[in-house]
Antibody
């Protein structure tokens, strides 16, 4: 069983809101930070933001005006909403555990990623 | 933002070669530097954290060194399964940032 699994639409129209959910299937979501990271096709990695299980968040300033990350501890899930998307938001979106203090704030467990295409 | 610059962007090497990849930060990140390996179509995998600590389950042929602004990832004897793209990432401050990646290809 994959410890982290992303889910959500693979196609989003421009100007709409991208919504993804990450399910933590192994272990509890509690006592950890959880991040979203994306990777445009053929390009590098961009950290989007993280949430603590208690609900406190930290976002990348480059995306902050459009991002909301939330957590549902009863479902062991956390979610990403990215509003007003454009084709530049087309990417593989990963959920990951971290920053994790035991690894000096690295991202130590990753989901397999989900491709999201922004197109009309 | 702290900019992370890796060199080279790509390299060709043979099985058994010693490979080194450099990562430079635009300002000091002390030892808050991590290395990831990514294979095509797969998620990144944490190899090294805190500049030189080997993540559990990672082969000992991988090692990391450095502090401040300059860091090195070394693969002591390249194996067929090591052909991949490697990324450094600073966890010193927000926003967390990654290097652009170094692709290790078969010579």
């Amino acid at each position: 069983q994959v410890p982290l699994q992303e889910s959500g639409p693979g196609l989003v129209k421009p100007s709409e809101t991208l919504s993804l959910t990450c399910t933590v299937s192994r272990g509890s979501i509690s006592s950890y930070y959880w991040s979203w990271i994306r990777q445009p096709p053929g390009k590098g990695l961009e950290w989007i933001g993280y949430i603590y299980y208690s609900g406190s968040t930290n976002y990348n300033p480059s995306l902050k005006s459009r991002v909301i990350i939330s957590v549902d501890t009863s479902k062991n899930q956390f979610s990403l909403k990215l509003s007003s998307v454009t084709p530049a938001d087309t990417a593989v979106y990963y959920c990951a555990r971290g920053p994790t203090p035991v690894t000096d704030d690295a991202f130590d467990i990753w989901g397999q990623g989900t491709m999201v295409t922004v197109s009309s | 933002d702290i900019q992370m610059t890796q060199s080279p962007s790509s390299l060709s090497a043979s099985v058994g070669d010693r490979v080194t990849i450099t990562c430079r930060a635009s300002q000091s990140v002390t030892s808050y530097l991590n290395w990831y390996q990514q294979k095509p179509g797969k998620a990144p995998k944490l190899l090294i954290y805190a500049a030189s600590s080997l993540q559990s389950g990672v082969p000992s042929r991988f090692s990391g060194s450095g502090s401040g602004t300059d860091f090195i990832l070394t693969i002591s004897s390249l194996q067929p399964e090591d052909f991949a793209t490697y990324y450094c990432q600073q966890s010193y401050s927000s926003p967390r940032t990654f290097g652009q990646g170094t692709k290790v290809e078969i010579k």
